[in-house]
């Protein structure tokens, strides 16, 4: 346990604008002397408030109240102690994180994962023992308790060797190896650089993309690591691939492997369980709505950069145009002649899915310049075969914030 | 003349009003520094406010999430003691608490 009030964090893969600078940050172990706030080491952070116009909560004293406290100051401290966990998740393969907001004589406790926060009530901790029984009972918990994603290993001298040549990373930068279900029930291996954090709020798919190096095939893929939402009328991203790839539609990647990454309570979601329950003030709230996820991995074979990278302006059109348009558009100067012909996105429905979530993040251009339509796992099966009929869903893709401290 | 202080006004009264606060917002109001990190803090308070479960029971907390029947090393001996953080809790500003709260 370090005071990091001072310092702020050493990720060097972090890229925020401003500091990010937790008042104390709890390690496994010993941290290396110069190591003071570091959040891809980090086991979790205590914030400390010692003002009480600046506590984000307030006790409850009526059912139909929210335990929130509605003042800036209020405010700025749920903002503070979210970014930070947001930071953690991002910095990390963890499925969840646990964060420590202390307001001078109070503690509460916050569980995060994908799917929302549950808080605890204020402990007194220095007349209760619960506090001190998490700092123990946190000590003595296995890696996935923890929040640890045991899925995620370091790959052998002789793995990391060729793995680094074939990514180009270089030496100092760790290397990572991470589990993808294969076909027919075998695990698959796949090496990658460690995420660089981006500040999303930690509910939602969290969908982070590596380009990865495929151990047994000895070759480059895309990985796709998110958390999907497990609901009956979201089909897996990896089946939506399997009906696309059978139906030939062009520019739609093909899936390698995919799959959710364990059985394991660990890797779904739990907050979603608690809103129901009696102590919960925020079930009256008529904006909470917790959606369950599940844990999960896809790899393609396609490798791209985002549609914002594109070389001339006639490159970005002719991308978008093979995601989106299903006309054939003629222009003498264009190149590749057979961007030409096809849109991933009609082919796709006259395949029996509605893609749902057409945006400039989800084309991308390859190697040869060409665009691909990719991110379908809010897709929906649109033929009758399929028999679902459920609304919209209100919440789709969350837009990154603004870098903070 | 003999240069002199000038005279106290006896007649100055203390502001009854709400005081001003001395922070960013109110000294620099209109800096850049001041603008964005508001601007993404809030926005994350406003996201996240929707997703807030609780408040949950401290017992219930530490028994769902960490179950001494899966930890194995687990000592059912309590190693909290009253008053244990008595000299965190003593300091009169935040700046001084993070010591003492890390050496318990």
């Known amino acids: 346990m370090l005071n990091s ?16 600078k937790p008042d104390i940050c709890v390690y496994r172990g010993c941290p290396a002397p110069t190591v003071k706030t570091d ?11 010692w003002n009480t116009c600046d506590d984000p909560f307030c006790v409850v004293d009526d059912e139909n109240k929210s335990f929130l406290r509605d003042a800036k100051n209020a405010f700025d401290t749920l903002g503070q102690i979210t970014a930070y966990a947001a930071v953690h998740l991002a910095a990390q393969f963890r499925m969840h994180v646990y964060l420590v907001f202390i307001l001078r004589g ?6 995060w994962d994908r799917s929302g926060t549950i808080v605890t009530e204020p402990i007194h901790y220095n007349k209760s023992p619960h506090l001190v029984e998490f700092f123990r009972r946190y000590s003595k918990a296995s890696d996935a308790m923890r929040g640890i994603d045991e899925s995620v290993s370091t790959p052998t001298t002789a793995e990391a060797r060729v793995a680094r040549k074939a990514l180009n990373i270089e030496a100092h930068i760790p290397l990572l190896k ?9 695990t698959q291996y796949y090496i990658t650089a460690p995420p660089e954090p981006t500040l999303y709020t930690p509910p939602g798919r969290a969908t982070r ?10 070759r480059l893929v895309f990985l ?6 497990d609901l009956c009328d979201i089909m897996p991203e990896g089946q939506v691939y399997k009906i696309l790839n059978t139906a030939k539609v062009k520019h739609v990647p093909t899936c390698l492997a995919s799959g959710d990454i364990s059985a394991s309570e660990y890797h779904t979601t739990k907050t979603q369980n608690y809103v129901t ?33 594109f070389q001339s302006s006639r490159e970005m059109v002719a991308a978008v145009r093979n995601g989106v348009i299903g006309k054939v558009l003629w222009i003498p100067q264009l190149d590749h002649t057979d961007v030409q012909r096809c849109s991933a996105l009609q082919e796709a429905f006259e395949a029996g899915i509605l893609h749902r979530d057409f945006s400039p993040g989800n084309v991308i251009i390859d190697a040869a310049r060409i665009g691909w339509l990719i991110d379908w796992d809010l897709s929906r099966p649109c033929h009758p075969q399929y028999d679902i009929e459920t609304p919209r869903r209100a919440t789709r893709t969350v837009r990154p914030h603004l870098r903070h401290t | 003349m003999e240069p002199s202080s000038p005279i106290r006004n006896a007649t100055l009264q203390v502001p009854q009003s709400t005081p001003v606060k001395a922070n960013l917002a109110t000294t620099l109001p209109f800096t850049t520094t001041q603008k964005y990190r508001v601007e993404s803090v809030s926005a994350l308070a406003q996201e996240i406010k929707r997703y807030l479960v609780g408040p949950m029971p401290p017992q219930q907390f530490l028994d769902e999430f960490f179950p001494l029947s ?3 090393e687990a000592r059912r001996v309590p190693l909290f003691k009253p008053g244990c953080y008595n000299a965190a809790l003593s300091v009169k500003y935040e700046k001084d608490v993070y010591e003492p709260f890390v050496s318990i």
Request: without cysteine; glycine residues 4%; charged residues 20%.
């Open chain 1, 5 to 20: 009030s001072s310092h702020k964090d050493s990720n060097l893969k972090s890229s925020f604008l401003y500091d990010v």
């Open chain 1, 277 to 309: 329950v009696p102590w919960n003030s925020s079930s009256h709230h008529p904006e909470t709505r917790l959606i369950p996820h599940q844990h999960y991995r896809l790899i393609l074979d396609v490798i791209g950069q985002i549609l914002v990278n």
């Open chain 1, 39 to 49: 959040s891809s080491s980090v086991e979790f952070f205590i914030e400390i408030k």
């Open chain 2, 70 to 72: 899966a930890i194995k």
């Open chain 1, 106 to 111: 109070t503690a509460r406790i916050l569980r």
């Open chain 1, 178 to 186: 991470l589990s993808v279900p294969g076909p027919h029930g075998k």
């Open chain 1, 224 to 229: 796709k690591d998110s958390w999907r939402i």
């Open chain 1, 209 to 218: 993309g590596f380009t990865a190096y495929d151990i047994q095939w000895q």
